[in-house]
């Protein structure tokens, strides 16, 4: 009975053995297999990558941002001398053109204040003489000046200031990186040489 007892000790002992030896196994499958998927969620960083710099909201440089901050006053004054201009002229097509001015330039000037802020750049202050003269004729009040005369004060002054926002704009297109703002300066430039025209032919008849 001891031999018999000893055989079925030792039986059990061996299946436990065994037992063990399949569960390490598998367990050491299983873990195998865990560090092969382990490395799958590593694409998912240059995806974000990719992604933000796609957006042409966030590709810009350096020239972008002084652009957008030199025009958003430049801007401001030419709304506040078309605004004036409006009030003041006798001319229908000085009323026309300075309309226009105010119509065009103030969804850019919002535009170009929206994409400084999406990029965390300072905005520029509001330029002096805005709500008054606007820089037109240089404190001269309009006041003082007959409609042919003002009419004319305008149309000189303002192709000046049309003439630097050109000129600020092709600076825009040859240093500038971010596509929305030089879409702007496209269409600065194309709106402005094409007023710089019609006010140098309005000169002629007033």
């Not at 050491?28 to 710099?53: D, Q, V, W, Y």
Request: proline share 7%; aromatic share 2%.
């Amino acid at each position: 009975m001891g031999l018999e007892r000893r055989r079925l000790i030792n039986l059990r002992i061996h299946r436990v053995v065994g037992m063990l030896a399949v569960a390490v196994t598998a367990w050491g499958l299983l873990a195998g297999c865990g560090s092969k998927t382990t490395p799958n969620p590593a694409p998912t960083p240059p995806r974000a990558t990719s992604s933000a710099a796609a957006n042409p909201q966030q590709q810009h440089n350096q020239a972008d941002i002084v652009f957008l901050q030199n025009m958003i006053p430049h801007q401001a004054r030419a709304i506040a001398m078309s605004q004036m201009a409006s009030n003041q002229t006798t001319s229908p097509q000085v009323k026309d053109l300075a309309t226009r001015i105010t119509t065009e330039q103030s969804p850019q000037t919002q535009q170009m204040s929206d994409l400084l802020t999406a990029w965390g750049a300072p905005l520029p202050a509001t330029p002096a003489g805005i709500g008054t003269m606007g820089g037109l004729g240089h404190g001269q009040a309009p006041a003082t000046m007959g409609g042919t005369g003002f009419d004319r004060m305008f149309l000189q002054t303002m192709i000046v200031h049309h003439q630097d926002a050109v000129t600020m704009s092709q600076t825009e297109l040859t240093l500038g990186s971010n596509p929305a703002t030089r879409n702007l300066a496209q269409q600065i430039i194309s709106a402005q040489q094409a007023q710089i025209s019609e006010m140098q032919a309005l000169l002629q008849v007033i």
